[in-house]
């Protein structure tokens, strides 16, 4: 009986999860066009509802009413299948977040984590899932049966394959600064100096080329290749059209939701505050939502830099983006494992 | 409940497993694999392993699934009917080799019976990440490290017999007198320390001796 209700329980959370993401998600979408029209001075959406606050949801009921063209000569089930997994590969990774600390349930002695599920490998887990989702984006492309499309395809899985190294390879740093791939251990090892121990601070190369990466891998500006629309039209989403494009719309969205929840969670503390925990105490209600807003805050913080590269950077040729992903980025990931390493050697008991 | 989930993804598993092979579309059989690649996965999270499923995920249906589905697509291999003369000499051999497959999977399945082990049900750290690792960094790190030589032994090789060919790039565009090329930048034959300079009058004489096409890419 225990375990149905575990079960129930955890459907629960993932299902209020998911909600939370998507709406968050849609209104990332109304705020990157209106920083991008101020970026640009104009105003951007601000007609429905206050200052355009219901735009999102005018934005989806048009998605939904759209009529759905399916191109002739397509593989149908692979076509239909495309979106499916970019999306799903986007959305599932968003349960091994731990989103705040473990709090006590006022006026009981009942303790819940912040976090769905624990997970011993959640790292691991992530990236695995991550790399699962180019699929969406190249199946997509080769299905539609159109050259620019499949064009737009190939260079995304290109693209994804060589900035997934660098990727990886510059978590290693804070893996090995934290000794664990649990992502809740891995909060919790930056909760000391009163949640102020960042392992930004002892890896800052390794930030700067996960954050580079990390913008090559959602595929956003200036890494955004595979849409190039003067060179592809609209790359591997030519042919979709209504809530198959939505979903691959809302697929890159996520992305970028998860990748700053990466961010957040390994390099800037996760759910840490600093010095919170001098004023409230450990383990309580208060805490609890001072953590959990302030990690919500940092993850805003890097959606906020996506959206203002976006408004400031132009795109990179094809040669460059992979010139400086095998040549730039992967020997700096090196780099900085290897200082990362000399650092823990030099001062074996600090860590 | 746990059995419940054990016969779905095995049941997953061996349907994806038999679609690989029936499937005619080189990128479904493609497909069905990862589909193979994540049910594995799956099971290897049901029997307490979770580093081996998330590595699994990781390099089998993140990179090397990525890297087929990639050459699929770039090849566009049309639906080709096989011959029946080729098909003869492979039937046999196939029905020996199931046949072979078969009767070691029985024998393992008689040896089961005979060295009965009892399951154990209490915790062990055994594929977890932090024995993993223990044990690969001491007790296995001489077969460890081989792997890794045998894998750059095969990145060296791939380099080399990529680059095979003429020593220009497929890229290189030859502009008809506006540049001289020293002979061994033609034929790596000659090559000596007298660099031979030859002079080129036009695009089709200069690609000819480079033996690079000398239309532009973009309109080809």
């Excluded at chain 1, 000391?192 to 890896?203: C, D, E, S």
């Excluded at chain 2, 007790?139 to 680059?163: C, D, K, N, Q």
Aim: hydrophobic residues 55%; charged residues 15%; proline residues 4%.
């Amino acid at each position: 009986m225990d375990t149905a209700i575990d079960i129930a329980l955890k459907f629960a959370a993932i299902t209020v999860a998911f909600v939370v993401v998507l709406l968050i998600v849609a209104y990332t979408v109304l705020a990157e066009r209106r920083v991008l029209g101020f970026i640009q001075g104009r105003l951007g959406p601000n007609r429905v509802g206050y200052g355009g606050v219901l735009q999102p949801f005018a934005d989806l009921l048009k998605f939904i009413l759209k009529e759905d063209i399916v191109p002739d000569k397509s593989t149908r089930f692979i076509y239909f299948l495309a979106p499916v997994i970019a999306t799903m590969a986007a959305l599932m990774t968003m349960i091994v977040y731990p989103f705040g600390p473990e709090i006590r349930i006022p006026f009981t002695s009942i303790t819940i984590p912040l976090v769905i599920a624990h997970f011993d490998v959640g790292l691991l887990y992530v990236l695995g899932i991550t790399s699962v989702g180019v699929y969406g984006i190249a199946l997509a492309g080769w299905s539609s049966n159109n050259k620019y499309s499949l064009m737009g395809g190939l260079r995304s899985s290109a693209q994804m394959i060589s900035y997934e190294l660098a990727l990886g390879l510059s978590l290693i740093g804070v893996i090995l600064l934290a000794g664990t791939l649990d992502l809740a251990q891995i909060v919790e090892r930056q909760s000391a100096w009163h949640g102020a121990r960042w392992f930004i601070l002892f890896n800052p190369l390794g930030f700067i080329v996960y954050l580079t990466a990390a913008i090559a891998e959602t595929n956003r500006v200036p890494f955004d290749l595979p849409e190039a629309e003067t060179e592809l039209v609209a790359g591997f989403h030519t042919e979709y059209s209504a809530m198959k494009f939505a979903l691959f719309f809302l697929a890159e969205y996520i992305n970028m939701f998860t990748v700053s929840m990466l961010a957040t969670t390994l390099f800037l503390g996760g759910w840490n505050v600093p010095f919170v925990d001098l004023f409230l105490e450990r383990g309580s209600f208060l805490f609890g939502l001072v953590s959990a807003i302030g990690f919500l805050v940092k993850v805003v913080f890097f959606l906020f830099i996506y959206i203002w590269l976006r408004g400031t950077l132009p795109r990179f040729r094809f040669d460059q983006l992979m010139d400086f992903g095998w040549k730039t980025l992967l020997p700096l990931a090196l780099l900085s494992i290897f200082i990362t390493a000399t650092l823990i050697f030099l001062f074996p008991n600090y860590w | 409940m746990l059995a419940l989930l054990f016969i779905l993804f095995a049941g997953l598993a061996i349907g994806c497993a038999l679609a690989v092979v029936a499937q005619r579309n080189p990128l479904y059989s493609a497909i069905s694999l990862i589909g193979v690649f994540i049910s594995l996965a799956c099971l290897y999270v049901m029997l307490a392993a979770p580093f081996i499923a998330a590595v699994q995920v990781i390099v089998y249906a993140g990179a090397i699934m990525v890297l087929v589905v990639f050459v699929i697509m770039l090849l566009n291999v049309e639906q080709v009917e096989h011959g029946r003369t080729r098909l003869k000499f492979l039937v046999p051999t196939a029905v020996v080799l199931a046949a072979i497959l078969i009767a070691e999977v029985a024998f393992i399945l008689v040896s089961v019976q005979e060295f009965r082990v009892t399951a154990t049900t209490n915790a062990t750290d055994i594929g977890l990440t932090h024995s993993i690792g223990s044990q690969l960094f001491t007790r296995y790190l001489l077969p460890f490290e081989i792997t890794s030589i045998l894998l750059l032994m095969a990145i060296v090789g791939a380099m080399t017999l990529a680059r095979r060919g003429g020593l220009l790039s497929q890229m290189a565009r030859v502009i008809p007198g506006a540049q001289q090329f020293p002979l061994s930048m033609i034929d790596p034959k000659a090559a000596s320390d007298d660099l031979t300079l030859v002079e080129t009058d036009s695009t089709e004489e200069a690609a000819r001796l480079l033996g690079v096409d000398h239309r532009d890419r973009d309109d080809s």
